[in-house]
Antibody, heavy 122, light 109 residues
């Protein structure tokens, strides 16, 4: 059973960089799949942040691209998110997930972490 | 950029009744459409992918249909555990991007 677990600071100051890590168990991320981040502001909908292939190729939401970096560490079986120059608008629950779809129309998130709330406040 | 819309925003349904949720894309997404269910305090759960394929463990009362720009999620007979928010999500082949709809909340009538 694939499991994902987000970790990182729950409070980040405005203008600083938000950093989160997603630890994966039950599957070796070096074996394949896309891995991604999604966020959800309190009481609002889901926003895709970006994905990374096991080989390191990344794809980002154009609206966040200038501030986002996603990286992968296959030796630790985890991937990470950095979001720079944060403001209160970046306050959200951040989810990590696995992307499937190589054998079907489209791609989708089939496994999700439980999510972690990050608040941007001084 | 592909924009996704969902209707209605809220759907009030009695247990045992049928629920029909709509999702529309601003341009064709072919069959690259998935549906998720989210309950309060929980991560979303994949229900349907490729427009109409149920994910592992999803009961047959959930079905998806459509193509191009118009998609539908049908819950044939609502059970108590089905009251939740439902999101559609499209995948764009190039550049490889994902977009979620704003969600439809299904609550008890």
């Amino acid at each position: 059973q694939v499991q994902l677990q987000e970790s990182g600071p729950g409070l980040v100051k405005p203008s600083e960089t938000l950093s989160l890590t997603c630890a994966v168990s039950g599957y070796s991320i070096s074996s394949g799949y896309l891995w991604g981040w999604i966020r959800q502001p309190p009481g609002k909908g889901l926003e895709w942040i970006g994905n990374i292939y096991h080989g390191g190729t990344t794809y980002y939401n154009p609206s966040l691209k200038s501030r986002v970096t996603i990286s992968i560490d296959t030796s630790k079986n985890q991937f990470s998110l950095k979001l720079s120059s944060v403001t209160a608008a970046d306050t959200a629950v951040y989810y990590c997930g696995r992307v499937s779809g190589a054998n079907s129309p489209g791609y989708y998130f089939d496994y999700w972490g439980q999510g972690t709330l990050v608040t941007v406040s001084s | 950029e592909i924009v996704m819309t969902q209707s209605p925003a809220t759907l009030s349904v009695s247990p045992g009744e049928r629920a029909t949720l709509s999702c529309r894309a601003s341009q064709s997404v072919s069959s690259n459409l998935a549906w998720y269910q989210q309950k309060p305090g929980q991560a979303p759960r994949l229900l349907i992918y490729g427009t109409s394929t149920r994910a592992t463990g999803i009961p047959a009362r959930f079905s998806g249909s459509g193509s191009g720009t118009e998609f539908t999620l049908t819950i044939s007979s609502l059970q108590s555990g089905d009251f939740a928010v439902y999101y559609c999500q499209q995948y764009n082949n190039w550049p490889p991007t994902f977009t979620f709809g704003p969600g439809t909340k299904v609550d008890i009538k």
